[in-house]
């Protein structure tokens, strides 16, 4: 078997049982890994309506075929679960160094299921698997609980979650390498409902490549590729993600005070050009990246630096709370780091809050004589985030993200989220490719399914009218089902800045031993998707749920560049259900599913 | 009257964050890019008076008297 180590681990938290199976060559190569196979592998086992705290919910570890391997970037790991936050199926990504290594463990996979009845961490030294009694780190951050592990595991990779995931807050991210996370969609309270604490994971097995040769020559063209690309030869490695900070605003979509603006005339202060020149110590890069977008950075509060921020947390305890302060975003990350929160919906629900505020919904009183969230007022990120983080007080509700918080308030209007998952940094009134993609995103308001502010803003690899609905399903499609191959091979999303579908056929073909093209792989793309798709109806997760909060769609940008539009979802949504050959009710068609082998 | 051009990036390398030039009738990005040594390939994204295109077309459009530019090199991230 090439490519993959052609094992499975399987983990009972109920019984102490650990056991190994072989993994199905031909399954895996049809959804090739990461989010297509754990997705099938999940899905094979779960029934879709479980309590995603349930312990008959299982969670899936797993890292692609060209993760450990020679290829640019192949550290990722994906973690498959159903999401606490959403209902949908949750495929929640993280770089750095475990996914690699739980190759070098000799695995592909880790199925953990059950619950322990008191907290544990697992340990994993390749064929020494132990489910370890965790009592003593229950509790701890992030960065203490890792510190620790190593301690007892030297040159282990550690994968934990942190007091958030313990208490089951629907925003909680698994951390690993401490500051590297699948930080959406709440997978860490999943971890957390099975009081399992951490993943540790060791090893010194590679996998075995089809044809050495042949991958030699091809990740020497797509490493010269990424070289030579100015965005991962040059914007990306000098300035991280954080440079996207100007060019989103300029063009009026950078949202401001929960998405009341477009447009802040002080996102300067927390720009990537001014976090390069005044916080930059070094670049973080993950395993075997070439790109080197991570950060680490220095503040008044972490003068030895932390790792980030990046673009979405610049921007969400930025211009979003109305602060632009860099040294309350850099404080603010740290702490989402530590207490193991996703930063997007962290501060979104920050934002959210403070909205409720400014309209009287959430009041002094309630807040019990502690800090008021207001727009503009710094004290309050930290200091909210800390109570988010251990459910404290008024944090007991901020932690269960936007849409439930402002439920409460009977306005779920205010929350700015689809299927409950708070979204990103793009305003979709002025982007409307990129509205229709956060509307039909399978794990509910994400960036990352279906880049399309590469066309419509950045002028990759094309340059789009970002107003003009024409073809904007198509490329819609075309963005999503690649998207699903990237996150499927264990290789970073931000290749594809560099790359297309053809290099990603080609490094699958000489490590898997395949012959595919870049249709093929699109193909399986689709298939993915098309899958995703299946389980969200089965969890009960109807089409309707394809939406924007209604701000978008009728109230206009009053502010900037993006002045007077709205998104008009209502148009292109039927286009994009034909485009995807679903019935006019978004139901996958069994023509199309037969097609896509998944029937 | 002058227009402001806003630099992005390592355009700003050698040149600032913001340069004023002085505005003269029928002035355009490509005039305007000429004048910084900057080419169009090496330009990923520009917005001339709030208005953003295909880069060659926008090089083209007249800049309002007190108008401004956003020049952008490629970036990306998410």
């Known amino acids: ?599 | 009257m002058a227009i402001k051009i806003k630099l992005f990036a390592n355009f700003r390398e050698g040149r600032g964050k913001i340069v004023e030039m002085d505005y003269t009738p029928g002035m355009t990005g490509q005039d305007v890019i000429d004048s910084l040594g900057i080419t169009a390939p090496e330009i990923a994204a520009l917005i001339v008076d709030g208005v953003d295109g295909k880069v060659d077309a926008m090089l083209a459009v007249p800049i309002k008297e007190d108008g401004y530019m956003a020049i952008f090199p490629p970036v990306a991230g998410g």
């Open chain 1, 1 to 599: 078997m090439f490519g993959y180590m052609g094992k499975i681990l399987r983990v009972n938290l109920t019984t102490n049982e650990v056991t190994t199976e072989d993994l199905d060559f031909e399954l895996a190569k049809k959804y090739i890994g990461g989010r297509g196979l754990g997705t099938k592998l999940y899905m094979d086992e779960v029934d879709p309506q479980v309590d995603p705290f349930a312990a008959e919910n299982k969670i899936v570890f797993i890292n692609g075929p060209l993760s450990g391997t020679a290829t640019p970037t192949g550290g990722r790991y994906m973690v498959v679960t159903k999401s606490p936050l959403t209902g949908c199926i949750a495929s929640s990504n993280s770089g750095g160094e475990w996914g690699a290594y739980l190759k070098y463990a000799g695995y592909d996979a880790i199925i953990v299921e059950g619950k322990a009845s008191l907290p544990v961490y697992l340990s994993i030294d390749e064929d020494k698997v132990e489910i370890v009694p965790a009592l003593d780190l229950w509790g701890k951050m992030v960065s203490e609980t890792s510190d620790l592990l190593q301690e007892k595991q030297p040159g282990s990779k550690v994968l934990t979650i942190g007091p958030a995931g313990e208490k089951l807050s629907q925003m909680a991210a698994i951390m690993n390498e401490k500051d590297r996370a699948a930080g959406r969609s709440g997978v860490g309270a999943v971890m957390g409902s099975k009081n399992l604490k951490a993943i540790t994971v060791k090893g010194s097995l590679k996998p075995e490549i089809a044809r050495p040769d042949g991958l030699k020559a091809v990740t020497k063209e797509c490493r010269t590729l990424l070289k030579e690309n100015g965005v991962t030869g040059g914007g990306l490695p000098t300035y991280g993600t954080a440079v996207l900070v100007n060019i989103i605003n300029e063009h009026g979509v950078y949202p401001t005070k929960n998405f009341q603006g477009g447009q802040d005339p002080d996102a300067e202060a927390v720009s990537g050009e001014t976090l390069t020149e005044k916080y930059l110590i070094k670049r973080n890069p993950c395993h075997h990246c070439p790109i080197g977008c991570g950060r680490w950075v220095k503040s008044d509060k972490s003068p030895d630096g932390i790792g980030g921020p990046e673009y979405e947390t610049l921007w969400v305890f930025a211009g979003d709370l109305g602060i632009d302060d860099m040294e309350v975003v850099i404080d603010a990350n740290y702490w989402c780091n530590e207490l193991g929160i996703d930063t997007i919906s962290a501060g979104a629900t920050l934002a959210a809050a403070m909205e409720l505020y400014q309209r009287g919904y959430i009041t002094d009183e309630m807040l019990d004589d502690d800090v008021i969230l207001k727009f503009g007022n710094a004290d309050s990120v930290v200091h909210w985030l800390k109570k988010m983080g251990n459910r404290e007080g008024f944090g007991d509700l901020l932690a269960r993200g936007s849409y439930r918080l402002a439920d409460f308030f009977g306005v779920p209007e205010y929350s700015m989220s689809v299927k409950k998952q708070d979204l990103p940094a793009y305003d979709p009134r002025g982007i409307q490719g990129m509205g229709l993609q956060y509307a039909t995103s399978n794990r509910g308001g994400c960036h990352v399914r279906g880049y399309l502010i590469s066309p419509e803003i950045l002028g990759l690899p094309e340059k789009l009218d970002r107003f003009d609905l024409a073809g904007k399903e198509v490329w819609a499609k075309v963005f999503q089902d690649l998207t699903a191959v990237i996150d499927s091979t264990g290789l970073c999303l931000f290749t594809s800045f560099a790359l297309g579908a053809q290099q990603y056929a080609d490094m699958l073909n000489e490590v898997l031993g395949t012959d595919w093209s870049a249709e093929d792989v699109l193909l399986a793309g689709e298939r993915i998707w098309n899958l995703e798709k299946l389980f969200n109806l089965e969890a009960g997760i109807s089409s309707e749920e394809d939406t924007l909060p209604p701000r978008f769609l009728e109230e206009e940008m009053p502010d900037g560049p993006t002045k007077g539009w709205v998104h008009k979802l209502d148009e292109l949504l039927p286009l994009y259900y034909k485009e995807r050959g679903w019935d006019e009710d978004g139901i996958p068609t069994e023509e199309r599913l037969e097609k896509l082998g998944l029937l």
